[in-house]
């Protein structure tokens, strides 16, 4: 979620520091030079003047007295020697891992035939998600690989929803995040791949399954299909992470414009209405829909590699 | 100028690179659904299955008008 606060007053930027005097007239256009994405939009609404009149929307990430002071850089991101990172977004992603491992840690630590709370809930969880998702992957690459599926949908499910919560960001509301999870869910299912079926089953499946004498369908296979099917890996992890980044920083920004047009409401009646809330009621849809979407789609391109071994095998096995 | 005199005509393109992905989004999704709850009437049987992946083919028109609003958000950013 984007948080802001609306102030009768901005503080002025440091070319309008000298003439301050006369701020309530001049402190308008100032905040026109901020030009992260993220506040585009609000400061797009407040310059056309909807919101309380002088109203100035901005983030208040770093203003907040209670935050830890390497929390406090929001926007475009704080350099490190591995380049500029969004702290912000990095802290509550680590948060939320702690919280998760920490949980599932504690139900799977003492296993007892009649299980705990914690170990029932944790049970609970892996069974029906096996179930679910074997409706996309197929049953065998959902149960041998649900480090890696059920480690997926329970993350992002987590970090989208945990944006709804006021006080922090949804880290998948940030490029960075779904790219790294996109680019390690491809690589894994070619990893994968290869284990499974090997490289020669890939590459076969890859130029269009030509028959063993076919030389003009390998050919073509060859030349048209495979490149394509190479080009196709690095679309699946732009996709993948354009889709699931797309869908909840859009939902963000909208939830935000829908604060800013309401809150010029409330002013004006005097009465504050929570009126965002069939807005957030659909962003958390869109939350649970774009962690199921994600997961599945990883489990496809898994069990995509993996079907023709298992064809083999059941062929073999007939 | 009919927007006012602070407003870029250029956001028109911005409200055109959302809405014109956006209704092809929405076409295609409803031609999706549609034949998706057809299959379900005729065999209720299936409709868990079909369901299920309904909602991994949504994914892709979906995708393609998020792209949309992606872009209108960037553009909104250069613009203003």
């Given at each position: 979620?984007?948080f802001?606060e609306l102030?009768p007053?901005?503080?002025?930027h440091d070319?309008?520091?000298?003439?301050s005097h006369?701020?309530?007239?001049?402190s308008?256009?100032s905040?026109?030079?901020?030009?992260?994405?993220?506040y585009a939009?609000?400061?797009?609404?407040?310059?056309?003047?909807?919101?309380?009149?002088?109203?100035?929307v901005?983030?208040?990430?770093?203003?907040?007295p209670?935050?830890p002071?390497?929390?406090?850089?929001?926007?475009?991101?704080?350099?490190?020697?591995m380049?500029?990172?969004?702290?912000?977004m990095?802290?509550?992603t680590?948060?939320?891992s702690?919280?998760?491992?920490?949980?599932?840690?504690?139900?799977?630590q003492?296993?007892?035939?009649?299980p705990?709370?914690?170990?029932?809930?944790?049970?609970?969880?892996?069974e029906?998600?096996t179930?679910?998702?074997?409706a996309?992957?197929?049953?065998?690459?959902?149960?041998?690989?649900?480090?890696?599926?059920g480690?997926?949908?329970?993350f992002?499910?987590?970090?989208?929803?945990w944006g709804?919560i006021?006080?922090?960001?949804s880290?998948?509301?940030?490029?960075?995040?779904?790219?790294a999870?996109?680019v390690v869910?491809?690589i894994?299912?070619?990893?994968?791949?290869?284990?499974e079926?090997?490289?020669?089953?890939?590459i076969?499946?890859?130029?269009g399954?030509?028959?063993p004498g076919?030389?003009?369908?390998?050919?073509?296979?060859?030349?048209?299909l495979?490149?394509?099917?190479?080009?196709?890996?690095?679309?699946r992890m732009v996709?993948?992470?354009?889709?699931l980044?797309?869908?909840?920083?859009?939902?963000?920004?909208?939830l935000?414009?829908?604060?800013?047009l309401?809150?010029d409401?409330?002013?004006?009646i005097?009465i504050?209405?929570?009126?965002?809330?069939?807005v957030?009621?659909?962003?958390?849809?869109?939350?649970?829909?774009?962690?199921?979407?994600?997961?599945?789609?990883?489990?496809?391109?898994?069990?995509?590699?993996?079907?023709?071994?298992?064809d083999?095998?059941?062929?073999?096995?007939n | 100028?009919?927007?006012?005199?602070?407003?870029?005509?250029n956001?028109?393109?911005?409200a055109?690179a959302?809405?014109i992905?956006a209704?092809a989004?929405a076409?295609?999704?409803?031609?999706?659904?549609s034949a998706a709850?057809d299959?379900?009437a005729?065999?209720?049987?299936?409709?868990?299955s079909?369901?299920?992946?309904?909602?991994i083919a949504l994914?892709?028109?979906?995708?393609?008008?998020i792209?949309g609003?992606?872009?209108?958000?960037?553009?909104?950013?250069?613009?203003?």
């Open positions: 979620m984007i802001f102030k007053e901005e503080k002025s070319s309008h520091a000298e003439n006369d701020a309530h007239g001049d308008h256009d905040h026109h030079g901020c030009e992260h994405p993220d939009l609000l400061n797009f609404f407040n310059w056309k003047g909807i919101g309380p009149e002088g109203g100035t901005h983030t208040y990430v770093e203003e907040q209670w935050m002071s390497f929390w406090k850089c929001s926007g475009p991101g704080s350099s490190t020697p380049g500029e990172i969004n702290m912000t990095a802290f509550n680590f948060i939320v702690g919280i998760l491992i920490a949980l599932f840690k504690k139900g799977g003492k296993i007892s035939f009649i705990g709370k914690i170990q029932l809930i944790a049970e609970f969880w892996v029906s998600l179930d679910f998702f074997s996309f992957g197929g049953e065998y690459v959902v149960r041998k690989y649900f480090g890696l599926l480690a997926y949908f329970t992002i499910l987590t970090l989208n929803l709804v006021p006080g922090f960001h880290p998948t509301a940030d490029i960075n995040t779904t790219l999870f996109a869910g491809v894994c299912s070619l990893v994968i791949g290869l284990k079926s090997g490289l020669k089953h890939i076969h499946h890859w130029m399954e030509p028959k076919d030389n003009l369908a390998k050919a073509i296979g060859a030349m048209l495979l490149p394509l099917e190479i080009t196709a890996q690095f679309a996709s993948l992470a354009l889709r980044y797309g869908n909840i920083y859009g939902g963000d920004v909208v935000a414009v829908f604060v800013v309401l809150a409401l409330a002013v004006k005097w504050p209405l929570p009126l965002q809330l069939p957030v009621l659909l962003h958390i849809l869109a939350s649970v829909i774009q962690a199921i979407v994600f997961t599945a789609l990883v489990s496809v391109y898994i069990s995509g590699f993996c079907s023709h071994h298992h083999e095998e059941h062929d073999h096995d | 100028m009919i927007f006012g005199d602070n407003v870029d005509v956001m028109i393109a911005v055109l959302f809405a992905p209704a989004a076409i295609g999704q409803g031609k999706a659904i709850w299959g379900m005729r065999q209720p049987e299936v409709s868990d079909i369901g299920g992946k309904l909602i994914a892709f028109p979906e995708a393609l008008g792209f609003l992606l872009l209108a958000i960037l553009l909104m950013g250069k613009i203003s």
